[in-house]
């Protein structure tokens, strides 16, 4: 494991940047930030049963982040998202689901996302031993010609009865598939909380109209924020989002409402101002936001995941939910991933913008 100095030294020529920005258009005095209490602080006064607040506890104050207000979360469902084969084939004990659990629990994460089948097969032997977070819906791509679109792979119940804290969903806001999406998770939210469980969002744009001229405005800083605005609106508990790569999207698609404030007083082209915008929309950060690890790139992984989680917390973000730069790897090493991505939330020197 290196040491908190050595992990930002990754940051290259960006640590100045990264470090000692200062957040002038959104200052920290608007947001709520992680801390300790915000189980308290933000649940305690919202409709959330007594048994979802204990769900959200259990997420919150387990393994090397736990009472922090930080999250690290292991994901595993590429699988079915980006099939088994290619996503595996790195690392083949992974098609056995055991090892996804025993990596979350040797990595000290607050807990292990995964499919419906995967998590049911050792919900006896771990769910009291790591908090589970079922994912619901999938995209599947064995479809020809591939389609892209959510489906509903599980029930809430199902998840409540093999003892799950939490279930996870992905809404593809701008796909045409959308509405449906929108109102599926919703219910399902619904019913997720009225069985005491807590809500993970899956919070993505998706649409082939968001690149434009070369450039992906799937991950711009105004659609994901207004996708993220739209994710707490259905009640999700936590938003996992990716980290934003521009800005400007309905500008220079020209859909949807915008206003040249957005763009000037709300928000700079550096990525930390960007991804305050999103938390932002997650009700100023009273309701969590984590950013995703993304695709694993070979040697490039350890540098991009801390660069990703120095931003995502200066920003007020919650933690990573990181799963390919991590399993696509030897075991070791993908525990020692991700705990040098939590090395960066437990330091105090690495602080709020």
């Known amino acids: 494991m290196k040491d908190l100095r050595q992990l930002l030294d990754l940051l290259g020529d960006e640590k100045d940047s990264l470090l000692n920005h200062v957040c002038t258009k959104i200052t920290k005095e608007h947001i709520h930030f992680p801390n300790p209490n ?201 938003i996992k989002q990716k980290l934003p790569t521009n800005n400007g999207g309905f500008t220079a698609i020209k859909f949807a409402k915008s206003s040249p404030d957005m763009y000037t007083k709300l928000a700079s082209d550096h990525p930390i101002d960007l991804c305050r915008y999103q938390v932002l929309n997650c009700y100023s950060g009273r309701i969590s936001m984590i950013n995703s690890g993304g695709e694993s790139k070979g040697e490039n992984d350890l540098a991009q995941a801390i660069k990703t989680a120095v931003i995502n917390k200066r920003a007020g973000g919650a933690g990573m939910i990181m799963g390919r730069k991590a399993f696509q790897r030897p075991f070791s090493e993908g525990v020692e991933l991700i705990h040098a991505v939590q090395e960066i939330y437990l330091d105090k020197e690495v602080s709020i913008a």
């Open 38 to 238: 915000h189980i308290e602080t933000h649940f305690l006064q919202s409709n959330r049963k007594a048994q979802s607040i204990r769900s959200l506890t259990q997420l919150y104050n387990h393994g090397r982040l736990s009472n922090t207000g930080y999250l690290s979360i292991l994901p595993v469902d590429q699988g079915i998202e980006h099939t088994a084969g290619s996503s595996f084939s790195p690392n083949p004990i992974y098609f056995d689901p055991e090892n996804i659990v025993k990596l979350a629990l040797e990595a000290g994460c607050n807990a292990v996302a995964s499919t419906m089948g995967g998590l049911a097969m050792l919900s006896r032997k771990y769910a009291h031993k790591i908090p589970f977070v079922v994912k619901i819906n999938h995209n599947e791509l064995l479809t020809y010609p591939n389609k892209y679109d959510q489906i509903m792979f599980g029930s809430v119940r199902d998840a409540w009865n093999m003892g799950a804290v939490a279930v996870g969903a992905t809404v593809y806001f701008g796909s045409a598939e959308s509405d449906r999406q929108i109102i599926e998770v919703a219910k399902a939210f619904e019913q997720a909380h009225n069985l005491g469980m807590a809500t993970i969002l899956w919070c993505y744009s998706r649409n082939d109209a968001f690149l434009k001229d070369g450039v992906d405005y799937n991950t711009a800083a105004d659609i994901t924020g207004q996708a993220n605005y739209l994710g707490v609106s259905i009640q999700a508990d936590i």
